[in-house]
C-alpha cells in the first residue's frame, strides 16, 4: 500500500507532469486515432471488454498512445498495472514485479498487467527471464515497441503474444487531441485562455508528423510563452516554429525506418523516377544518416542496376564517394544528388549482377575441376611438355579480335551466364556477343586475316612465336 508521501509525490507529479501526460484518454472511448484496432467491434476491444486479454506486443512510433492504451487495458480489466522500462530496468526489476504479481494472486486472486516500455532494448536473457511468467500467467504483459518485433523480440516470447500495430496519428486526429486540450480546465490549458491561429495549428501539425506527444508538448510551451493580450493567450505560427524547433523525428537510422526508407530510395531509382529518388535521399541525409553508408548503397546500385547498360554509373558513384570523403558534410550533398539523378535517369541493367550470381551458383553446387590445358600459361618446358598452352587461339590474331574457343572447365562447357540486355551500352554488347555466336556456329573461330587458314588453325604469326619459343 503506498503511504501519505507516495500519495502526495503523486499528485504533485500529476500536477507538474508535461501537458501530454496529464491529457492522456482514461477509456477506449476516449482514446484518439487509433480506431482501427479499439475502435468499437475491433478484435482488441472485444477481447478488452470480455477480459480475455493475452499478453501483447503494442508497435507503432512515438507518441501514438502505447503507454496510454496499456494503462486504459489495466483500468478496464481492472488489473493491477506495472510499468518498467527496458532502458533502466534489469532482470532483477523484473524478478521483484513477478514476486509482487505472484503475492498479489495468491492473497486475493488479483491480476497484474507487465507494462514495459522499449522492450526491444532487453537482451535475449532478459526476454527470456520474462517468459515462463507470461507462460504460466503470473504476468500479462504488455510490450511496446517502436521497432519491428519481428527482428527485435525473441520468437518465444512473440509467439505467446498478439502483436497489434498502432499507426502515426492523422491530422484531424492531432487537431481533435490540441482542441481538447485548449478546452479542458481540470488537466489541459482551458484556464489560460489560449488560442491558436490557423497559420498557427496548420503548423502545429505539420510539425508533429503524426506524434501526439510531440504537439501537446510544443502546445504547451508556445501557449507559456504567448503575450496575453485582451485576456487571452494568441499564439500564432512563429510562436509555433520556435517552440518545436524542428518537426518531430520519426526517423530512426538504426532501425526499421532507416531500412525502410533505403528500400525506398533503391526502389525509385531502379524505377527510373527522379523526383522520388531525389526525395528520399534527402529524407535520409537531413534526417541525420550516414552520407557514407547512402553513398556504398548507390555506388552498389551503379552496379547492380545500371551496370553495364551505362558504365559510366560506377566511374561518376565513385566520383561521389570521393567528394563525400573530401567535402565532408553538408558540402557534399549536390554531389550525391547529381549522382542521384544520374543513377535515376541512366539506363538499367541488372546483367551483371544475375551473371556474377549464376556463376557464384556453379562454383558452389558443382566439382571445381582444373583449368583446362589450353587456358594454362606455360612458363617451363617442362609445362609445355604436359600440354600446358596447346592449341590455344590467341584472339588478336582474328578478325575482330573474336575466338571461340572454351573457357569454362569441362563439366560446365556450354553453360551461359552472361545474357546482354538490349538497354543503352550493353547494346552494343549484345552485339558483340551475336558476332561470336555466330562463329561458334560456324566452327568454333574466326577466319585470320589476310589468309583463307581455317577458324580452327592457329595463323601464321601464331606458329611462328611457336616455334621461336621452342627455340629458346
Excluded: C
Aim: glycine share 6%; proline share 5%; hydrophobic share 40%.
Amino acid at each position: 500500500m503506498p503511504d501519505l508521501f507516495d500519495l502526495q509525490r503523486e499528485q504533485i507529479l500529476a500536477q507538474r507532469a508535461p501537458l501530454a501526460t496529464r491529457m492522456r484518454p482514461r477509456t477506449l472511448d476516449d482514446f484518439t486515432g487509433q480506431e482501427q484496432i479499439v475502435g468499437r467491434g475491433t478484435l482488441l476491444r472485444r477481447i478488452i471488454e470480455a477480459d480475455r486479454l493475452p499478453s501483447l506486443i503494442l508497435w507503432g512510433p512515438p507518441g501514438v498512445g502505447k503507454t496510454t492504451l496499456a494503462r486504459i487495458i489495466a483500468e478496464t480489466t481492472q488489473a493491477h498495472f506495472v510499468q518498467l522500462s527496458a532502458v533502466t530496468a534489469g532482470v532483477a526489476d523484473l524478478r521483484a514485479a513477478v514476486k509482487e504479481a505472484k503475492d498479489r494472486l495468491g492473497m486475493h486472486g488479483g491480476r497484474t498487467i507487465l507494462f514495459i516500455d522499449e522492450v526491444h532494448r532487453f537482451n535475449k536473457a532478459q526476454q527470456d527471464a520474462i517468459l515462463p511468467h507470461v507462460e504460466d500467467g503470473t504476468v500479462t504483459l504488455i510490450g511496446a515497441t517502436t521497432e519491428n518485433p519481428s527482428f527485435e523480440v525473441n520468437s518465444a516470447l512473440l509467439s505467446r503474444s498478439r502483436v497489434f500495430v498502432l499507426k502515426a496519428l492523422s491530422d484531424d486526429a492531432l487537431r481533435e487531441l490540441i482542441a481538447r486540450a485548449l478546452a479542458d480546465t481540470e488537466r489541459g490549458l482551458g484556464a489560460e485562455r489560449a488560442r491558436l491561429t490557423d497559420d498557427a495549428l496548420a503548423l502545429l501539425v505539420n510539425f508533429a508528423n503524426g506524434d501526439a506527444r510531440f504537439a501537446l508538448n510544443t502546445l504547451e510551451l508556445a501557449v507559456a510563452a504567448a503575450p496575453e493580450l485582451a485576456g487571452e493567450r494568441v499564439v500564432d505560427a512563429a510562436l509555433v516554429a520556435e517552440a518545436a524547433q524542428r518537426r518531430a523525428a520519426v526517423y530512426d537510422k538504426a532501425g526499421e525506418s532507416h531500412y525502410d526508407t533505403i528500400s525506398a530510395l533503391h526502389k525509385s531509382l531502379r524505377d527510373s523516377d527522379p523526383d522520388g529518388s531525389l526525395y528520399w535521399l534527402a529524407r535520409m541525409l537531413e534526417s541525420g544518416d550516414d552520407p557514407l553508408y547512402v553513398t556504398r548503397r548507390l555506388v552498389r546500385f551503379a552496379s547492380e542496376d545500371v551496370g553495364l547498360a551505362d558504365p559510366r554509373a560506377l566511374m561518376l558513384a565513385m566520383a561521389a564517394q570521393q567528394a563525400v570523403h573530401f567535402l565532408g558534410w553538408p558540402e557534399a550533398n549536390t554531389a550525391l544528388a547529381e549522382l542521384t539523378l544520374y543513377l535515376a535517369t541512366a539506363p538499367k541493367s541488372n546483367s551483371a549482377y544475375t551473371a556474377y550470381a549464376a556463376a557464384r551458383k556453379d562454383v558452389e553446387e558443382t566439382r571445381n575441376d582444373p583449368v583446362p590445358l589450353h587456358l594454362r600459361n606455360a612458363p617451363t618446358g617442362l609445362m609445355r611438355g604436359l600440354g600446358y598452352g596447346a592449341g590455344y587461339q590467341y584472339a588478336h590474331d582474328y578478325e575482330d579480335a573474336v575466338v571461340v574457343q572454351e573457357h569454362l572447365p569441362p563439366n560446365l562447357a556450354g553453360h551461359r551466364y552472361y545474357t546482354p540486355s538490349d538497354r543503352g551500352f550493353e547494346a552494343t554488347l549484345a552485339e558483340r556477343q551475336r558476332v561470336r555466336a555466330e562463329r561458334q556456329a560456324a566452327g568454333g573461330g574466326a577466319k585470320l586475316p589476310g589468309t583463307d587458314d581455317p577458324p580452327w588453325e592457329p595463323s601464321r604469326r601464331r606458329k611462328a612465336r611457336e616455334e621461336q619459343s621452342a627455340e629458346e
